[in-house]
């Protein structure tokens, strides 16, 4: 006997049928049940043998209802249509019959039939109790064919009732309930294998069950994220499916399998995965498999940033999906195919196929209000039978999956919007994507919270990118409370990790590190390799501005490895990117460019073009810093080229600044303002006040160098409104670093030591040991002028900060400026002893260095042979002192044959370049959805 159910997957999604025994005919099905329909006519002609009344000890009334039900469960067609009342009233009547039975056979037979009923009421926990006494009545019984029947039933309702707590997510309970079931099945197995095997009746609908078991288990663990586990009961179900012999049943369990390897960041071995299910749905002439396996590819292909290939089979799903008018498919393929190409920097193509897709989903949901519910079969559901589909709960179904459709494209829109800096677009996108879920799908099965926490991350993220971090925090934390609130541990590690990027860039450096610790547990423990990543880099990121270059090395290096062996080719060059950010703050500029280049290697090789934007603006600023100013302009034309060519503002933005730098180091000061200034109208146009604080500050170095000193400090002070304005603490103490010197150098001595104190109060705070090192020094120097007694002690301590960060060139800088100080103080024995110490060191530096710091060199160095000169002669000392000049010239000589700097470069003044270029930081930021738009893939 068969009866046909539909089988559930997440979220309520009617994927397609199986036939399963009359036993389990109360609607048993992978994830639950949707619908009963009987595939086996009432006069199939089979006969019932019944046991005589004798034998069984009954009355006539009760023998002739037991024999009725007993053929009625056997040929369930005749009783499909039995109100539940009179079954109700057959239930009294067959209890009434158990009682009276006097045989051990007899009663268990009553026991059988009425948790059948009590099944098909769906009163599963009744139906349990009644099974488990029927079993333990015959343990005694030879009776193998109704013991079995007992476990068969058993083991697959502890499979609907840890359905029922998995989709409420009472996951213990789902758990124990799940794997009560597997134990009646493992006795069933271990029965059919001590009879005739797998030539006995029971011997697949054994397997079946446990199939089913495993895979629902899979889900259960999946749920709770514990990913490992998923894996191990999926492999479980795989190898039943297999024993069956059943490529639908294989290719389910691979789907469920391709889906955990995902989450594990395990794209190499989902891919492989997803081979499997094409070949198998190719096998099967199964259109909707061949689709739901060409997206996964597609996604997969994504994932791993082999793009090219990934556009390949985006282009074959939508190609199947239109010729076997699949609406749903050609709606998923159009959005993953906006997002490919939006990746690549093709935007104009990512909008058209997204805005199709829009516009598909659209005409949908008004035809399915207006047309004849066939429509529902061709768009919807078209593995369902028609009586299925055309209902009323149906079509709601439907239309509910449309605005989920809707929310999830405009997401995908949004993030374009984005790449290409239309950040007020993007954010009306987001909003409408947050809307939809909210308002059109509460209450539906579609419903995600998850998915409503993704669009708060990415809100977030969005005024983040703008510099509005007050706004961006509050939206990772709405995202993180209802993760939390519903236990998604895997979506709370995310938001903490975005939580800790964005404290990060604040320069709230202790709080940044707390959070993304904590996403570091959650991401270890989950298995989530990709976050893992995501999470490392950030830390680096962290210990780097605080000038702990060894660990930051050691981590950065930790998540290279980890991107490398997930086969992540995108991430492998974020990694490149920050390593060469380190060495390039460490002073060793040729590897820093080779990092960078082999970043640029990558995104060229799989085409994306926006992230060659940043590796070339990054190349051009460690150009500048090499003094080798015809190589950085043209690396910076070059990505501007690149920016204006595919629409990127952000891009431009940032090219236009970095163009304005170069020229300003080259002293060339009006075409410096010349790029500053469209730089800073992109930046204001875009809503980007990080950028627009980053070029203020910049204009105000170019005023300086001019010694226009009232608009160097304008300028300054708008760029420390907007770093107080957004709270970017690390922003707000390197400006007033640079206030600080521009008001030492026009003598303002009292402003410019409240501008460093000022400065060295968020640096200490905050653990900015590198920039301490330099605020300190600048106090120093500033205390030393107006004669101060803390100037010696204040140098000392920016001699020892510069010497824990190992900053060699600011060492010998502030060594310099501490003997004149002792010069000062009448102290020329230790002077002398200062001095020497200094330009030791300075004579023990490379010529490899930052082009500022050659100037600064010529400058102090100069400065320290002569201090030296002044202490010898304080001392009698002619003869050293007249030594101490030939040695600084010859010394001089040296510099000047580098033939590195510019001979209208200014040495004359002094200044701290914001260390942080744009780079391509991992902030785990969640994307757009890959997958299908609505329900997930079969």
Not at 52 to 68: I, K, N, R, T, V
Not at 385 to 393: A, G, K, L, P
Not at 421 to 447: D, F, M, N, T, V
Not at 784 to 798: F, K, S
Request: net charge negative; hydrophobic share 40%; charged share 20%.
């Amino acid at each position: 006997m068969k009866v046909r159910i539909y089988v559930l997957a997440w979220g309520g999604v009617i994927l397609s049928w199986l036939e399963v025994p009359t036993q389990v005919s109360m609607g048993f099905g992978a994830t639950g049940l949707a619908a009963a329909e009987i595939s086996q006519p009432a006069d199939s002609g089979e006969e019932v043998e019944a046991l005589s009344e004798a034998e069984m000890g009954l009355s006539d009334q009760g023998a002739s209802l037991h024999f009725a039900l007993t053929w009625a469960s056997q040929h369930p067609a005749a009783t499909a249509t039995i109100p539940q009342t009179e079954a109700s009233q057959h239930l009294e009547t067959l209890q009434t019959y158990r009682r009276e039975a006097s045989q051990y056979i007899a009663q268990a037979t009553a026991l059988l039939t009425t948790g059948e009923i009590d099944a098909a009421l769906d009163s599963y926990d009744r139906a349990i109790q009644l099974w488990q006494q029927g079993l333990e009545l015959l343990q005694s019984q030879a009776a193998p064919d109704l013991q079995r029947e007992f476990l068969l039933g058993l083991s697959l309702a502890f499979g609907v009732v840890g359905e029922q707590h998995r989709q409420v997510q009472r996951y213990d309970q789902a758990l124990a309930t799940t794997e009560q079931g597997l134990r009646y099945g493992q006795r069933l197995l271990a029965l059919t294998d001590a009879a005739d095997g797998s030539e006995d009746a029971f011997y697949p609908e054994a397997l079946n069950a446990l199939q089913l078991l495993y895979s629902n288990l899979g889900f259960i663990y999946a749920g709770q994220h514990l990913y490992p586990e998923a894996l191990a009961a999926q492999q479980q179900a795989l190898a039943m499916a297999a024993q069956l012999d059943d490529p639908a049943l294989m290719f389910r369990s691979l789907t469920a399998i391709y889906a955990t390897h995902v989450a594990l960041s395990d794209y190499r071995q989902a891919l492989t995965i997803n081979e499997r299910r094409l070949a198998i749905a190719t096998t099967l002439e199964d259109p909707d498999g061949q689709l739901s396996a060409l997206i996964g590819l597609g996604r997969t292909y994504h994932d791993l940033g082999r793009y090219p290939e990934a556009l390949a089979h985006h282009q074959r799903a939508l190609f199947l999906a239109r010729e076997h008018s699949r609406l749903r498919d050609e709606i998923s393929s159009l959005n993953n195919l906006g997002l490919t190409h939006s990746v690549l920097g093709r935007y104009d193509e990512a909008l058209t196929a997204l805005n199709t897709a829009l516009s598909l989903t659209r005409e949908l949901r008004q035809r399915l209000q207006t047309a004849d519910t066939l429509e529902l079969d061709r768009a919807c559901f078209p593995l369902l039978s028609q009586e299925f589909s055309r209902t009323d709960v149906s079509r709601q179904f439907c239309l509910e999956g449309t605005w989920l459709s809707e929310s999830k494209i405009l997401n995908t829109m949004a993030s374009v919007y984005e790449a290409q800096g239309r950040y007020s677009e993007a954010l009306e996108r987001y909003q409408q994507s947050l809307a939809i879920a909210k308002e059109h799908l509460q209450g539906s099965p579609l419903y995600s919270k998850q998915d409503e926490a993704t669009f708060l991350n990415n809100i977030g993220g969005l005024h983040g990118n703008r510099g509005d971090y007050d706004q961006a925090r509050e939206y990772y934390q709405q995202a993180f409370a209802l993760q939390t609130a519903i236990a998604d541990r895997q979506g709370m590690a995310v938001s903490l990790n975005n939580i800790g990027a964005l404290y990060e860039t604040q320069g709230r450096y202790p709080e940044a590190l707390n959070q993304l610790n904590r996403a570091l547990e959650l991401a270890e423990a989950l298995g989530l390799q990709t976050l893992k990543g995501s999470v490392l880099s950030n830390l680096g990121s962290i210990y780097r501005q605080q000038g702990e270059f060894e660990r930051a090395a050691a981590l950065y290096q930790a998540s290279l490895e980890l991107d490398r062996s997930l086969g992540r080719r995108d991430d492998v060059a974020v990694s490149f990117n920050n390593l060469g950010l380190l060495k390039f703050e460490q002073g060793q500029y040729g590897q820093a460019i080779d990092y960078v280049q082999q970043a640029l290697a990558i995104h060229r090789a799989i085409g994306q073009r926006p992230h060659q934007i940043i590796d070339l603006n990054n190349l051009g600023s460690y150009y500048r810093a090499q003094g080798r100013y015809a190589d950085s302009l043209g690396r910076l034309q070059q990505a501007l080229g690149i920016a204006q060519e595919i629409g990127n503002r952000s891009g431009q933005a940032y090219a236009l600044l970095q163009l304005g730098k170069t020229h300003r180091q080259l002293g060339q000061y009006e075409p410096a303002l010349a790029f500053s200034q469209p730089a800073l109208s992109l930046f204001q146009a875009m809503g980007d006040r990080t950028g627009e604080a980053a070029t203020l500050a910049d204009q105000g170095l170019i005023y300086a160098q001019q010694n226009r000193h009232e608009l160097a400090l304008q300028s300054f002070e708008a760029a420390l409104a907007i770093y107080r304005t957004t709270g970017d603490v690390a922003g707000e103490s390197i400006t007033l670093q640079q206030v600080g010197f521009l008001h030492e150098k026009a003598g303002d001595y009292p402003a410019a030591e409240t501008a460093f104190q000022q400065t060295l109060a968020i640096q200490q705070q905050i653990g900015a040991r590198g920039f301490e090192g330099i605020s300190l020094q600048g106090l120093g120097t500033v205390y030393a002028a107006q004669g101060h007694p803390r100037a010696l002690e204040t140098l000392q301590r920016a001699i020892a900060r510069h010497r824990d960060v190992g900053n060699r060139p600011r060492e010998a800088d502030a060594l310099n400026n501490q003997g004149a100080a002792l010069i000062r103080a009448g102290k020329f024995s230790q002077a002398e002893a200062v001095l020497r110490q200094s330009l030791d060191l300075f004579e023990s530096l490379r010529t490899d260095l930052l082009d500022d710091q050659l100037i600064a060199i010529l400058d102090s160095q100069a400065s320290a042979y002569a201090n030296l000169e002044r202490a010898l002669i304080a001392q009698d000392k002619p003869t050293e002192a007249l030594a101490i000049t030939e040695r600084g010239r010859a010394r001089a000589f040296v510099l000047q044959l580098a033939g590195r700097l510019s001979k209208s470069a200014k040495p004359n003044w002094r200044f701290i370049p914001r260390l942080r270029p744009r780079q391509l930081l991992k902030s785990g930021r969640l994307p757009a959805t890959t997958t299908q738009p609505w329900w997930p893939t079969p």
